[in-house]
């Protein structure tokens, strides 16, 4: 779940502006504080369900959403492709294609 964390606040962000909301906006709508937003957009600060939950809530999607980008921003359809495959295979074939996309990103990472 540690690369789910780590794009998390790139996707909440993305959907706040696909919202077209400012901090401040989405800070009112779920009570907390701008602050408190632009960590989470930022990876600063850890987001915890409940709040997950509220900000989904503010965005009219499902919490689950927030894991992905919104519609229409980058690699939007390949991700909901991606997760249509994913459940059509075997636990076994799932992990096995995740290690082979892990070991794509690690060599475009490389020197």
């Given at each position: 779940?540690?690369?789910?964390?780590?794009?998390?606040?790139?996707?909440l962000?993305?959907?706040?502006?696909?919202?077209?909301?400012?901090?401040?906006?989405?800070?009112?709508?779920i009570?907390?504080?701008?602050?408190?937003?632009?960590?989470w957009?930022?990876?600063?600060?850890?987001?915890?369900?409940d709040?997950?939950?509220?900000?989904?809530?503010?965005?009219?999607?499902?919490?689950?959403?927030?894991?992905?980008?919104?519609?229409?921003g980058?690699?939007?359809?390949a991700?909901?492709?991606?997760?249509?495959?994913?459940?059509?295979?075997?636990?076994?074939?799932a992990?096995?294609?995740?290690d082979?996309?892990?070991?794509?990103v690690?060599?475009?990472?490389?020197?």
């Open positions: 779940m540690a690369g789910t964390q780590f794009t998390l606040h790139i996707h962000r993305a959907w706040r502006k696909h919202r077209g909301l400012t901090l401040e906006q989405t800070a009112n709508m009570g907390s504080k701008p602050n408190t937003i632009s960590g957009e930022t990876g600063g600060r850890k987001v915890d369900l709040d997950l939950k509220k900000l989904a809530d503010a965005y009219g999607v499902d919490p689950a959403a927030l894991l992905f980008a919104p519609p229409g980058p690699k939007f359809e991700m909901k492709e991606a997760s249509n495959l994913i459940e059509d295979m075997s636990p076994e074939h992990k096995a294609w995740l082979l996309g892990k070991a794509i690690s060599k475009k990472a490389g020197p």
